[in-house]
């Protein structure tokens, strides 16, 4: 078969002869067989991705992991069916407020509006006076003025006496309402005080037996003859998401507060005795009063919103998509604060005056802030691979690693777990300003390449016909190019209504710094995605045995014949089908770790319509053999219930991976610090997500119009260390507007 190319009058008879002149725009010297034209290929450092015609690589799999390890859970397909109707269709697609918010960096900060809370002095005699907590308020509103040049009228304070449950609450309020805030403007609220735990009350599903609050000024007071309690996380929380579903989800959180009971060693606090006169230095206690389970019930949310919403439970477990929290320490630890200042602002200043907001996320921040005594900060939320401040989310190859010198040999503190697979290639810098200020490779100094990837660390080696360097106590690598495991293989048939197809494979071939996954043209029976020209239209094949094995074969969307459109949509299956089938060799959690999914019920009938109740699960577990059978009614809430059957603490991330449109979008993000951060499921623990203290929403189902069939995955990714996964996550090429 040959194709005529008429802007350039040549023909070319095979596919590789078709990519040599899209990359060089001449026809290739020989014509005279596919393997020379092959051979010439390969030689060119940019275009290593093309295999030979008659060799197939199967993609190895990770290496053998060591003491410590990572596991990608088996992930599940979803399976829904319309409530009308009884025929099983397909698997899900996520209905839930994702990032719409997601734009490019303006040149000027988008306004900030903020209210900063400081209390030192508490009415109550039995709660210890602190010294640092206003002054901690005070550096915050500074720093938001002088070097963000945030207006004053944007910041509200509340100090001391100004600070009651009542006008906290209002504040609160108040920002969701504010005409001044437009949908995606940053909100940041800060809190330094006291916070506390107390025993979980009846019938609130707080995953253990104790709930988190943050104190106001009056509390253990009593107004208009009621007892001023603290308020609750969940309470907070149910706020919080009422301001993200007004103006959007760009907000942050900090509390330079503790909620452990630990905080009673220091402090010798307990409110129902005293507490003696010594100077104080924990931001924190134990509070020995019992909440009544109705408090604050008529501030529990505002209704189940299109999307599945549920009410957030637990300071140091929200991983919600209404906010980042940063917070003082861990839910075992205690927030100190030294010569009238917290350490934990103090740092946090240090670290923000001296990179700048605009060129940090909020995991870059956490790992920047340096170990303070007994204390490791903490970063939560879906959203902290975001810039600080701004709902833009960075390029998915931002990911900075640490490069360390052991024996001699060149250690990269990444691994298979991170994603990195052996031929990955790293630029390495200095420091981590260097990287983010000069991000190109001709500010590098130098180039390694992944050997033998581990779970968590990788040998590395300089890269082939670059400089030897040397590196100090360490450095830090950005990954420039994919490993070898990494591809897509994808089927486009020789046909010149396709040119735009081989047009965008060119492209991607041309991209020298390309650190994605690459893209193999290979036949259609070992392909996991196959293109076709249909009726004006480029569609998409699904040949993926994940999704056809539920009869899932076509993409719902097409885009036009142009090498963008195309380019997009080739490049973001890349990523996800990478991501959907890496694992593990390693088999040791298949009987450790027990996954559920349940549908949900709203339990509580306390309050009017609009406010949700506790949901709790209802029936059984609807996995069935790797299979969860769900109603896809936009009414029907689910969520997941994930054990840990086993003596060691787990960090779990978990993605949905939606076949219809490649997006991926984060389901839960385990914890963020520079230190030792909270397991996401404790030893012999359970997490819940879409219900009880995990701070996620429930989640609801749908099929788009004209669609009778959909596959989805959830995929769990499990380890025994923190590993930021943060750049999975996708939005999808296709623009269904």
């Given at each position: 078969m040959t194709m005529f190319l008429p802007s350039a009058n040549v023909h070319v008879h095979n596919h590789l002869e078709l990519l040599w002149f899209l990359l060089h725009g001449t026809p290739p010297n020989d014509m005279s067989s596919p393997s020379t034209v092959h051979r010439s290929l390969a030689q060119n450092e940019s275009s290593a991705m093309i295999p030979s015609p008659q060799k197939v690589e199967s993609g190895s799999m990770l290496s053998r992991i060591p003491f410590r390890w990572f596991r990608w859970f088996s992930g599940f397909a979803l399976r829904k069916s319309a409530a009308s109707s009884s025929t099983v269709s397909g698997s899900p697609s996520v209905s839930i407020a994702g990032n719409p918010n997601e734009t490019a960096i303006k040149n000027k900060p988008p306004p900030l509006f903020a209210l900063i809370i400081g209390i030192n002095q508490y009415a109550s005699a039995v709660i210890p006076a602190l010294k640092g907590a206003v002054g901690?308020?005070?550096?915050?509103?500074?720093?938001?003025?002088?070097?963000?040049?945030?207006?004053?009228?944007?910041?509200?304070?509340?100090?001391?006496?100004?600070?009651?449950?009542?006008?906290?609450?209002?504040?609160?309020?108040?920002?969701?309402?504010?005409?001044?805030?437009?949908?995606?403007?940053?909100?940041?609220?800060?809190?330094?005080?006291?916070?506390?735990?107390?025993?979980?009350?009846?019938?609130?599903?707080?995953?253990?037996?104790?709930?988190?609050?943050?104190?106001?000024?009056?509390?253990?007071?009593?107004?208009?003859?009621?007892?001023?309690?603290?308020?609750?996380?969940?309470?907070?929380?149910?706020?919080?998401?009422?301001?993200?579903?007004?103006?959007?989800?760009?907000?942050?959180?900090?509390?330079?507060?503790?909620?452990?009971?630990?905080?009673?060693?220091?402090?010798?606090?307990?409110?129902?005795?005293?507490?003696?006169?010594?100077?104080?230095?924990?931001?924190?206690?134990?509070?020995?009063?019992?909440?009544?389970?109705?408090?604050?019930?008529?501030?529990?949310?505002?209704?189940?919103?299109?999307?599945?919403?549920?009410?957030?439970?637990?300071?140091?477990?929200?991983?919600?998509?209404?906010?980042?929290?940063?917070?003082?320490?861990?839910?075992?630890?205690?927030?100190?604060?030294?010569?009238?200042?917290?350490?934990?602002?103090?740092?946090?200043?240090?670290?923000?005056?001296?990179?700048?907001?605009?060129?940090?996320?909020?995991?870059?921040?956490?790992?920047?802030?340096?170990?303070?005594?007994?204390?490791?900060?903490?970063?939560?939320?879906?959203?902290?691979?975001?810039?600080?401040?701004?709902?833009?989310?960075?390029?998915?190859?931002?990911?900075?690693?640490?490069?360390?010198?052991?024996?001699?040999?060149?250690?990269?503190?990444?691994?298979?777990?991170?994603?990195?697979?052996?031929?990955?290639?790293?630029?390495?810098?200095?420091?981590?300003?260097?990287?983010?200020?000069?991000?190109?490779?001709?500010?590098?100094?130098?180039?390694?390449?992944?050997?033998?990837?581990?779970?968590?660390?990788?040998?590395?080696?300089?890269?082939?016909?670059?400089?030897?360097?040397?590196?100090?106590?360490?450095?830090?690598?950005?990954?420039?190019?994919?490993?070898?495991?990494?591809?897509?293989?994808?089927?486009?048939?020789?046909?010149?209504?396709?040119?735009?197809?081989?047009?965008?494979?060119?492209?991607?071939?041309k991209n020298r710094t390309v650190s994605q996954q690459r893209i193999v043209l290979v036949d259609e029976a070992t392909a996991s995605l196959s293109v076709a020209f249909e009726d004006g239209v480029i569609v998409f094949n699904i040949r993926d045995p994940l999704a056809t094995t539920h009869g899932f074969t076509q993409i719902p969307f097409r885009v036009k014949p142009t090498e963008d459109d195309v380019y997009s949509v080739v490049r973001a299956a890349a990523h996800y089908y990478w991501h959907l089938h890496r694992t593990s060799k390693e088999r040791t959690l298949k009987d450790e770790v027990t996954v559920e999914a349940f549908k949900l019920v709203e339990i509580s009938d306390e309050y009017d319509d609009d406010i949700e109740g506790n949901l709790l699960p209802d029936g059984p577990n609807r996995i069935v053999d790797g299979v969860a059978d769900l109603v896809a009614d936009d009414e029907t809430a689910y969520g997941l219930k994930i054990t840990n059957n086993m003596d060691k603490d787990l960090y779990l991330s978990a993605f949905f991976f939606d076949n219809s449109d490649f997006s991926i979008t984060p389901y839960y993000q385990p914890a963020t610090s520079a230190g030792r951060a909270d397991p996401s499921v404790p030893a012999k623990q359970a997490l819940t997500i879409g219900y009880g203290d995990g701070g996620v929403p429930a989640f609801k189902y749908y099929l788009r119009e004209g669609q009778d069939l959909d596959i989805g995955f959830i995929k769990i990714f499990l380890s025994t260390e923190q590993v930021d996964l943060s750049h999975i996550r996708q939005l999808s090429p296709f623009n269904p507007g």
């Open positions: 901690d308020a005070m550096s915050i509103k500074a720093y938001f003025e002088k070097e963000l040049g945030i207006p004053s009228s944007h910041i509200r304070t509340l100090c001391n006496e100004e600070a009651t449950r009542a006008a906290i609450i209002q504040q609160l309020r108040d920002l969701s309402t504010d005409d001044r805030i437009q949908l995606g403007d940053p909100i940041v609220i800060f809190y330094a005080g006291h916070g506390t735990t107390s025993p979980s009350p009846p019938g609130w599903e707080a995953g253990g037996p104790e709930i988190q609050m943050v104190v106001p000024y009056d509390c253990l007071e009593t107004v208009n003859d009621n007892l001023v309690y603290p308020i609750p996380d969940r309470t907070f929380g149910a706020l919080l998401e009422k301001m993200a579903k007004n103006k959007g989800d760009n907000l942050t959180v900090i509390f330079d507060c503790c909620h452990s009971g630990s905080g009673t060693r220091d402090t010798s606090l307990d409110v129902t005795g005293g507490a003696r006169q010594s100077d104080r230095s924990v931001r924190g206690f134990k509070l020995k009063v019992e909440i009544p389970p109705t408090l604050d019930g008529e501030k529990w949310g505002s209704g189940h919103d299109e999307r599945g919403s549920s009410i957030p439970a637990g300071f140091c477990h929200s991983r919600l998509r209404s906010h980042v929290m940063l917070a003082a320490c861990s839910s075992k630890e205690t927030a100190k604060e030294e010569a009238m200042k917290g350490r934990f602002t103090t740092a946090l200043l240090e670290v923000l005056s001296a990179v700048g907001a605009d060129r940090l996320t909020y995991t870059d921040l956490i790992q920047r802030i340096p170990i303070l005594p007994e204390q490791n900060p903490q970063c939560e939320g879906l959203n902290q691979d975001r810039i600080l401040f701004n709902s833009k989310v960075p390029s998915q190859n931002r990911q900075l690693f640490r490069v360390q010198m052991e024996d001699n040999r060149f250690v990269l503190q990444a691994g298979s777990a991170h994603g990195v697979t052996p031929g990955a290639v790293f630029s390495v810098y200095k420091d981590r300003d260097s990287a983010i200020t000069d991000p190109g490779a001709e500010h590098s100094i130098g180039s390694l390449t992944a050997s033998d990837p581990d779970a968590f660390s990788t040998r590395m080696i300089v890269t082939s016909g670059t400089p030897i360097f040397t590196i100090g106590e360490e450095a830090f690598a950005l990954q420039t190019r994919a490993g070898e495991e990494e591809d897509l293989r994808i089927h486009v048939p020789f046909d010149e209504k396709l040119l735009c197809v081989f047009q965008a494979v060119a492209r991607e071939m």
